[in-house]
């Protein structure tokens, strides 16, 4: 999967009803600081670009998002992260484990 920086900024500009100088501050952003600092709203795009969440059994679903990042995280084999693009190599597992409950259960 490759997510692009202009697709990104398209998304949160829509998502944040971002305009003028707020536009322009958030452009200046780069994937590797978005990455390293744990964005919530890179880890939604992600979430969404692959639609991850689908594939997953009734069982796993649960609304926490923290949760499903916990399982992707598990399907993950190769991140490259530069600048203005994310390449992100993932394999769909047949089982995940489960977080300790007292994190999300």
Do not use: H
């Not at 670009?49 to 499903?68: M, Q, V």
């Not at 993950?76 to 992100?88: F, G, L, W, Y």
């Amino acid at each position: 999967m490759v997510i692009n920086k202009e697709e990104y900024l398209e998304f949160l500009a829509q998502r944040l009803r971002l305009r003028g100088s707020c536009q322009r501050e958030i452009e200046s952003v780069s994937f590797p600081f978005l990455f390293a600092s744990g964005s919530e709203m890179l880890r939604t795009y992600i979430l969404g670009a692959c639609e991850f969440t689908s594939t997953l059994p009734d069982r796993y679903r649960l609304p926490d998002r923290g949760f499903i990042w916990y399982l992707f995280s598990q399907s993950v084999k190769e991140i490259q992260v530069m600048p203005d693009q994310m390449i992100i190599k993932y394999e769909l597992q047949d089982e995940y484990r489960k977080p300790f409950k007292q994190f999300y259960l």
